[in-house]
């Protein structure tokens, strides 16, 4: 089945820079990457994805860039806020619907 | 539009017991999958429906089912509860047929004793 690698496992970085985090996968018959964060005690909340067809997708300070051929995906966030602070997902599927979740990423944003 | 609800938001049932729980997804939405949340398998994929039909089914033993109804509300099932299904029980729904864009529910947290 579908394998997803997520790094880093934690990532703490002072307000104002910017955040990476990195997936990779192992099923390339994969075409969906959505990436999820989850704040303390709430439900992921979905808050970009792209498709296989799309090498690059923006959302304000949010951007996530796909590379099918090292099939690799990562998440960028940045002017990082307090706010942004929260563990986020990355995710991969063939069908849209089985979500294959990686480890997850606990982002710490400092003042 | 309402997001998507789960009930019971909290359970606590002893090794052995059986449990449902419940899903409403989003007004319109016909696709809902099922997934467990522990610290330490994180986020896993248990069972999508659409349209009454189970569609995929991940990496569960058979004491985990599920179904769906006409109006698109979920339920799951566990039967004989170990403790180790101990874990935060999340259910999302999606607009269209192909599943994209899933929408979480707040989850059932189930503790086995």
């Known amino acids: 089945g579908e394998n997803v690698e997520q790094h880093p496992s934690t990532l703490s970085v002072q307000e104002g820079d910017s955040a990476v985090i990195k997936c990779t996968y192992s099923?390339?018959?994969?075409?969906?990457f959505p990436w999820y964060k989850q704040e303390l005690g709430k439900r992921p909340q979905l808050i970009i994805d792209i498709r296989s067809n799309v090498g690059e997708k923006k959302d304000q300070r949010i951007a996530v860039t796909l590379n099918k051929t090292a099939k690799h995906f990562s998440l960028h966030i940045t002017e990082t806020q307090p706010e942004d602070s929260a563990v986020y997902f990355c995710a991969a599927s063939k069908t849209g619907y089985a979500l294959n979740f990686g480890k997850g990423t606990s982002l710490l944003v400092t003042p | 539009k309402a997001g998507v609800t789960q009930t019971p938001r909290y359970l606590i049932k002893t090794r052995g017991q059986q449990v449902t729980l419940s899903c409403s997804p989003i007004?319109?939405?016909?696709?809902v999958s099922w997934y467990q949340q522990t610290p330490g398998q994180g986020l896993q994929f248990l069972f999508e429906y659409f349209s009454e039909t189970q569609r995929n089914k991940g990496n569960f033993p058979g004491r985990f089912s599920g179904r769906q109804f006409s109006n698109s509300r979920s339920e799951m099932n566990v039967s004989t509860l170990e403790l180790g299904d101990s874990a935060l029980y999340l259910c999302?729904?999606?607009?269209?047929?192909?599943?994209?864009?899933?929408?979480f529910g707040p989850g059932t947290r189930l503790t086995v004793t």
């Open positions: 099923d390339s018959a994969s075409n969906y």
């Open positions: 999302a729904s999606s607009p269209g047929q192909s599943g994209y864009e899933q929408y």
């Open positions: 007004s319109g939405h016909r696709s």
